[in-house]
């Protein structure tokens, strides 16, 4: 890795968003492939985050100022990723489900999967099922994750979960669950492909079904 990507690797780990966008400017500027940048700078980075954060050596504020950090990057990365027709890992339609207010868990999923290289279509809070399933269609996702805090909440997963199979879209899309009270045996139970603690755990899950 040359000079300008150790330092853009760590002003991510560091959360330096002018900084980032600065390096990543300085990349392009250097004729380095976007895909370069984008691999060896960025995603390696926000990878060291996630290690950081399973092992405790980062926590939800530091990973929130790394993974905004590199936001900022990929807005400036991405017109060039676009003009060399560089495709996604793949297509993630986010969101807080029906009733349910909270948002901070949610977005920091969103910006992982960003980071780990996923186009995001994020519907925010209080997302009906039928929402879900108009973005479901429209953005043609791979992968539909759901995110609830409350308990009282959770019932509006596996509404959504089998609103999606009356739509006749299940067999088109891999559905990820999380959220404080949500379990590996609530996401079975409801029917749910995968389910993930946390943020950082979250990118793992949607690689893994990406490659089924």
Same mark, same amino acid.
């Given at each position: 890795m040359n000079e300008t990507l150790t330092t853009l690797f760590d002003a991510i780990l560091s959360g330096d968003a002018a900084e980032v966008q600065s390096r990543v400017k300085t990349a392009l500027d250097e004729k380095q492939e976007p895909t370069v940048i984008l691999n060896e700078g960025m995603i390696a980075a926000m990878r060291e985050v996630g290690r950081r954060f399973e092992e405790g050596d980062f926590f939800v504020p530091e990973m929130l100022l790394s993974a905004r950090a590199m936001q900022g990057g990929m807005a400036v990365l991405k017109p060039s990723l676009q003009q060399n027709n560089v495709r996604a890992a793949g297509k993630v339609v986010i969101g807080t489900v029906k009733g349910d207010l909270h948002d901070? +868990?949610?977005?920091? $999923? !969103?910006?992982? %999967?960003?980071? &780990? @290289?996923?186009? #995001? *279509?994020?519907? @925010?809070?209080? $997302?009906? !099922?039928?929402?879900?399933?108009?973005?479901?269609?429209?953005? *043609?996702?791979?992968? %539909? &994750?759901?995110?609830? %805090?409350?308990?009282?909440?959770?019932p509006s997963m596996k509404q959504t979960i089998q609103a999606v199979e009356? !739509? +006749?879209?299940?067999?088109? $899309? *891999? #559905? #990820? #669950? +999380?959220?404080?009270? $949500?379990?590996e045996d609530y996401a079975r139970n409801i029917g749910a492909d995968g389910y993930s603690p946390d943020a950082s755990r979250a990118v793992g899950v949607a690689e893994s079904l990406m490659r089924r």
């Amino acid at each position: 890795m040359n000079e300008t990507l150790t330092t853009l690797f760590d002003a991510i780990l560091s959360g330096d968003a002018a900084e980032v966008q600065s390096r990543v400017k300085t990349a392009l500027d250097e004729k380095q492939e976007p895909t370069v940048i984008l691999n060896e700078g960025m995603i390696a980075a926000m990878r060291e985050v996630g290690r950081r954060f399973e092992e405790g050596d980062f926590f939800v504020p530091e990973m929130l100022l790394s993974a905004r950090a590199m936001q900022g990057g990929m807005a400036v990365l991405k017109p060039s990723l676009q003009q060399n027709n560089v495709r996604a890992a793949g297509k993630v339609v986010i969101g807080t489900v029906k009733g349910d207010l909270h948002d901070i +868990g949610k977005n920091l $999923v !969103a910006l992982m %999967l960003e980071g &780990a @290289g996923f186009e #995001i *279509k994020d519907m @925010g809070i209080d $997302v009906a !099922a039928e929402d879900f399933i108009e973005a479901l269609r429209t953005e *043609k996702a791979d992968i %539909l &994750a759901l995110s609830a %805090l409350l308990t009282t909440t959770l019932p509006s997963m596996k509404q959504t979960i089998q609103a999606v199979e009356s !739509a +006749g879209i299940r067999e088109t $899309v *891999k #559905i #990820i #669950i +999380g959220g404080a009270p $949500v379990t590996e045996d609530y996401a079975r139970n409801i029917g749910a492909d995968g389910y993930s603690p946390d943020a950082s755990r979250a990118v793992g899950v949607a690689e893994s079904l990406m490659r089924r």
